[in-house]
Nanobody, 115 residues
Framework: QVQVVESGGGLVQPGGSLRLSCAAS????????MGWYRQAPGKGRELVTS???????RYADSVKGRFTIAKGSDKNTVYLQMNSLKPEDTAIYYC?????????WGQGTQVTVAS
């Protein structure tokens, strides 16, 4: 089993910044990808960004140029730097880890963008 723990959510004003952290632990042999999804009220879960083992990174069009995913010094940790936040970024953000062929999810962290 792999445990995934997120942190760093909160309330921020429009135009502000937040940094989310995600740490994976447990029975890890090979992490093939890590990334973030989000789910806004009344909407489905959508991909925000992902980073593959080869370093390939994808971003949703809605966050390109504002959000940045980066790997921590501990290879089992990733960060999501969110700048120029908008009210429509309000959602629960979930970190996922693809360990070999299995996906593991964190419990989610709430991000609220409001004045």
């Amino acid at each position: 089993q792999v445990q995934v723990v997120e942190s760093g959510g909160g309330l921020v004003q429009p135009g502000g910044s937040l940094r989310l952290s995600c740490a994976a632990s447990g029975n890890i042999v090979s992490i093939n990808a890590m990334g973030w999804y989000r789910q806004a009220p009344g909407k489905g879960r959508e991909l925000v960004t992902s980073m593959g083992k080869d370093g390939n990174i994808r971003y949703a069009d809605s966050v390109k140029g504002r959000f940045t995913i980066a790997k921590g010094s501990d290879k089992n940790t990733v960060y999501l730097q969110m700048n120029s936040l908008k009210p429509e970024d309000t959602a629960i953000y979930y970190c996922y880890v693809r360990e070999r062929l299995d996906n593991y999810w964190g419990q989610g962290t709430q991000v609220t963008v409001a004045s």
